[in-house]
């Protein structure tokens, strides 16, 4: 307890303890018995008083000893406040629709109920702290004061912490946000391995409180380069699970050139999707796909069908198909070909079998 304060509460508590005592009524005669007079209001305001105090000096006394913290919070202008890297959620992945709902409750409740967690920062001339935990908080705040509501402040707990306890914190805060997709949440843990625990694993898992095998997986994803994300329509369709075939299959040179090949071209159509306003590939469509352009790159191409045609370039007459039981054929309707067409047309492509091995001499 600061001394100022313990003074204080002594000088309080001795002017109680001087106090004069009620004045004493003097007995009087009658038969029956006396109503209690009231209790002046001066002995219950110093009764009330005294227990205050004695109160306030035993929460002092627990403050002064450790035993509790005392939490100071902070209005700040978030312009002044900068995001710390070290956080997985991605500052540039936020907007209007996905903070919305936050947007909205901080406007019905007159301003940020749950304050952030923020440190100091030194050397920095545009910023006074950054933010570990509360990004959303800070980027709703951001947009409320560009957007009609010019006073509303930042609310901030500020905490001294080293890199390693605040990407901690900033992990355990993540958690629970389910709006923090599973590719953010692995690329944060493959940074901080390297950052904070030296690749070791082992040791990252047990501060964290993580399975070690869950966590290698996490890590295992976060490899998953750029070029094969941009197929999906949004990073945060890339889900730990599948996303973990997907990495797997990236070990493979040359099954990850295929994989590649097929995710520019995803990307692409992604593109024109959103262009022409249609609906996106869905997460499990374009992870088939990827998936599948290994098998399809190694595949025998099948050759393509004969087909004579007219002069006039009608198709006429077409291979179906060729087996041990025969060979099926298709004549088009409205190719124009009179029956001499028809048989020039049977016998040409008679001919190409026989020189293709697929005749029926075989």
Request: net charge neutral; glycine share 6%; aromatic share 4%.
């Amino acid at each position: 307890m600061a001394r100022k304060q313990s003074d204080y509460l002594a000088a309080l508590l001795s002017d109680e303890a001087t106090a004069p005592p009620p004045p004493v009524q003097d007995p009087v005669e009658e038969t029956t018995f006396p109503t209690p007079a009231p209790v002046a209001p001066r002995v219950e305001r110093d009764r009330a008083r005294g227990t205050t105090l004695l109160g306030r000096e035993s929460a002092l006394a627990r403050l002064a000893s450790g035993e509790v913290r005392q939490v100071t919070q902070l209005l700040l202008d978030p312009a002044r406040v900068r995001i710390w890297p070290g956080n997985a959620r991605l500052y540039a992945h936020l907007s209007e629709e996905n903070c919305r709902e936050l947007i909205d409750s901080i406007v019905a409740e007159g301003g940020q109920k749950v304050p952030a967690v923020v440190r100091r920062v030194e050397g920095d001339p545009d910023h006074d702290y950054e933010v570990i935990a509360g990004t959303r908080r800070h980027w709703s705040i951001s947009w409320l004061r560009k957007h009609s509501y010019p006073d509303v402040q930042f609310v901030a707990q500020v905490a001294v912490l080293d890199d390693e306890a605040a990407f901690r914190l900033a992990d355990l805060e993540n958690r629970a946000r389910k709006d923090v997709s599973d590719l953010e949440r692995a690329r944060n843990y493959a940074q901080a391995l390297n950052d904070h625990y030296g690749s070791h694993l082992t040791r990252m898992a047990e501060r964290l409180k993580l399975s070690k095998g869950w966590l290698s997986k996490m890590i295992k994803v976060a490899g998953i380069p750029d070029a094969v994300i941009s197929a999906f329509a949004s990073p945060s369709d890339v889900q730990l699970k599948p996303a973990y075939s997907l990495a797997q299959a990236l070990d493979d040179q040359k099954a990850a050139m295929a994989i590649r090949a097929a995710a520019a071209g995803l990307e692409s159509e992604q593109a024109m999707l959103r262009q022409n306003g249609g609906t996106p590939l869905a997460a499990a469509d374009v992870l088939k796909r990827l998936l599948d352009a290994p098998r399809a790159a190694t595949a025998t191409p099948k050759a393509e069908p004969y087909v004579w045609n007219s002069p006039l370039g009608r198709p006429v007459l077409s291979v179906q198909s060729v087996s041990r039981q025969g060979i099926t054929l298709r004549l088009h309707a409205g190719s124009g070909a009179d029956t001499e067409a028809l048989i020039d047309a049977l016998r040409d492509t008679l001919a190409h079998l026989e020189q293709q091995g697929l005749g029926l001499q075989r």
